[in-house]
T-cell receptor
Framework: GAVVSQHPSRVICKSGTSVKIECRSLDFQATTMFWYRQFPKQSLMLMAT?????????EQGVEKDKFLINHASLTLSTLTVTSAHPEDSSFYIC??????????FGPGTRLLVL | AQSVTQPDIHITVSEGASLELRCNYS??????LFWYVQSPGQGLQLLLK??????LVQGIKGFEAEFKRSQSSFNLRKPSVHWSDAAEYFCAVGGSGGYQKVTFGTGTKLQVIP
């Protein structure tokens, strides 16, 4: 299966700082990238969808100015949590999708904002 | 809008016993259906998927699922559970076409007792 990496796997930051999460599809070209988050004991919720070279589309209730998504290449997408607050603490998962039928998921990044 | 319901939040089974996890979906056309497993602190792993064809789908780790259109269900089964199967299981539904925007259920946590 395809290999998807996320970096960092865990991050702890102070409230008010920004955190960047990288997602790489290592052996296929991701024309579309989905970003999910998962709060403790809850399911994954889609945050936004981005196509390579285009602006991301955000789900209702997700602040686009707070969660900046860059999908500049077919193998790399980044999610930046700006001015993070404790309520942003969550498990962030990227999901690249390319031509084909299977959607792959990254291993996730656990963010803790103090 | 597509949706997924997993009616069982938590299930406990004895090792060696059979397992069935329930999943009901709502989707306007032919759905793409998935089962994922998430071990504690880990990312998602695809167990199996249904796109078309045979309604009984075989997956990894001895799991299978049956698509029943008349019941809008896609239940996951395993004839004999192993202690290593203890994890959280997510049913998901997605659409066809260029985007694989997947909606997840709330998950069923499986506990396996000796």
């Amino acid at each position: 299966g395809a290999v998807v990496s996320q970096h960092p796997s865990r991050v702890i930051c102070k409230s008010g700082t920004s955190v960047k999460i990288e997602c790489r599809s290592l052996d296929f070209q991701a024309t579309t990238m989905f970003w999910y988050r998962q709060f403790p004991k809850q399911s994954l919720m889609l945050m936004a969808t981005s196509n390579e070279g285009s602006k991301a589309t955000y789900e209702q209730g997700v602040e686009k100015d707070k969660f900046l998504i860059n999908h500049a290449s077919l193998t790399l997408s980044t999610l930046t949590v700006t001015s993070a607050h404790p309520e942003d603490s969550s498990f962030y998962i990227c999901s690249p999708y390319g031509r084909g039928e299977t959607q792959y998921f990254g291993p996730g990044t656990r963010l803790l904002v103090l | 809008a597509q949706s997924v319901t997993q009616p069982d939040i938590h299930i406990t089974v004895s090792e060696g016993a059979s397992l069935e996890l329930r999943c009901n979906y709502s989707y306007g056309a032919t759905p793409y259906l998935f089962w994922y497993v998430q071990s504690p602190g880990q990312g998602l792993q695809l167990l199996l998927k249904y796109f078309s064809g045979d309604t009984l789908v075989q997956g990894i780790k001895g799991f299978e699922a049956e698509f029943k259109r008349s019941q809008s269900s896609f239940n996951l089964r395993k004839p004999s559970v192993h202690w290593s199967d203890a994890a959280e299981y997510f049913c998901a539904v997605g659409g066809s076409g260029g985007y694989q925007k997947v909606t997840f259920g709330t998950g069923t946590k499986l506990q396996v007792i000796p």
